[in-house]
């Protein structure tokens, strides 16, 4: 039934695949998680108030999301050369994984943050703190949860978005859907991909809910 199947194969794109995760996983928590705190901070009635700067990060962030991952893809290949030097293989998947998912979790971040009983940034305002220490004392523990299921969320998409960069050669088990299971029209290997996906996708499901289960002070 499996004929078709290169088992080493599998296991080499299924390293590929958990590497492009990884990777792209932590850069996106990296650059998304200050940008939505940027974008909270500089809205409108928040600690640091500033309309043009939250405009200016809201249309940068909002064009970001709305170009298809595909095309941001191919629109990037001179920018991944330019970082990493080739746009192929796991290293030139990454740039355009986290371009593609940062400004996405900066909006889940946002969002989280604006589910905070805004009695807690008084209360730290109340007691002289600064910015900063609300921030980091009062407003992200209380986010938390939301943070961490903001992540889950953006992992998941993530692996979406690896099986989509196989279109460019990026390589991982997206490559061997699109080579052999669509191409070559080798159903089984299709099957094998695709289940493995699933599976992953599930893993991080069931990882994200314990993680946010174990910070809720619900």
Known sequence: MFDNVDWAGIGRATVDTLLMLGGSLALTVLFGLPLGVLLYLSGKGRLAANPPLNAALSFVVNVLRSVPFIILLIVMLPVTVLLV????GVAGAI?????GAAPFYARLVETALREVDKGVVEAGQAMGGTTLQIVTRALLPEALPGILAGATVTAIALVSYTAMAGVVGAGGLGDLAIRFGYQRFQTDVMIVTVV?????????????????AAVSHR
């Open 95 to 99: 740039p355009p994984l986290v371009v």
């Open 85 to 88: 030097g080739t746009s192929l």
């Open 196 to 212: 493995l996906l699933l599976l992953l996708v599930q893993a991080l499901q069931m990882l994200g809910d314990r993680l946010v």
